[in-house]
């Protein structure tokens, strides 16, 4: 099984700040299979980003993938104030099992 | 547009059977991997399984003994079973379309209690 590792757990910003969020894998993502979701409280969570840079349907331009094999990156250029939120990395590339990362906490600092 | 949702009992005795049924409706569950996650309160998310349209299916290695997800074409359904629950089995549940899921139910919440 893929162990998916996020940091930092908590990110402190501030609005119009730059957000960078790390996932490391414990082994190599297939065809970077890896998907970012942003989970509001209360909500389910919404895909962001797919096949590790995509942005998914209606996503602003704001939010960016990058990475491959075991290192993958989201950032989002300014934080507007409905940015802040819990966001998760997936693999679904392993034939095995799909996982989820433990979740990076952005708030407001 | 595809809309997701979960249905079943909200409360579960330990040690029986959780059963969630998804109902897929805007579009046919003829295509896709359907998946089912949980959310345990105030922690992150956990990816339970998949199923494709097909009906081959995959698990989550350390709920696999535990867990069914089967599929109903006609009904535009699929299912979760869960066996020999305990109070760490509660959590919010979702069903969800697609390897990278763009489709979400709203999740249901499941109380393991007695």
């Known amino acids: 099984e893929i162990v998916l590792t996020q940091s930092p757990g908590t990110l402190s910003l501030s609005p119009g700040e730059r957000a960078t969020l790390s996932c490391r894998a414990s082994?190599?993502?297939?065809?970077?299979?890896l998907a970012w979701y942003q989970q509001k409280p209360g909500q389910a969570p919404r895909l962001l980003i797919y096949?590790?840079?995509s942005r998914a349907t209606g996503i602003p331009d704001r939010f960016s993938g990058s990475g491959s094999g075991t290192d993958f990156t989201l950032t989002i250029s300014r934080l507007e104030p409905e940015d802040f939120a819990v966001y998760y990395c997936q693999q679904y590339g392993s034939s095995s099992s799909w996982t989820f990362g433990q979740g990076t906490k952005v708030e407001i600092k | 547009q595809v809309q997701l949702q979960e249905s079943g009992p909200g409360l579960v005795k330990p040690s029986e059977t959780l059963s969630l049924t998804c109902t897929v409706s805007g579009g046919s569950i003829s295509s896709y991997y359907w998946s089912w996650i949980r959310q345990p309160p105030g922690k992150g998310l956990e990816w339970i399984g998949y199923?494709?349209?097909?009906?081959?299916?995959n698990y989550n290695p350390s709920l696999k003994s535990r867990v069914t997800i089967s599929v109903d074409t006609s009904k535009n359904q699929f299912s979760l079973k869960l066996s020999s629950v305990t109070a760490a089995d509660t959590a919010v549940y979702y069903c969800a379309r697609g390897a990278a899921a763009a489709r979400w139910g709203q999740g249901t919440l499941v109380t393991v209690s007695s």
């Open positions: 096949g590790a840079s």
């Open positions: 199923i494709y349209y097909s009906g081959s299916t």
């Open positions: 082994q190599s993502v297939s065809s970077s299979y």
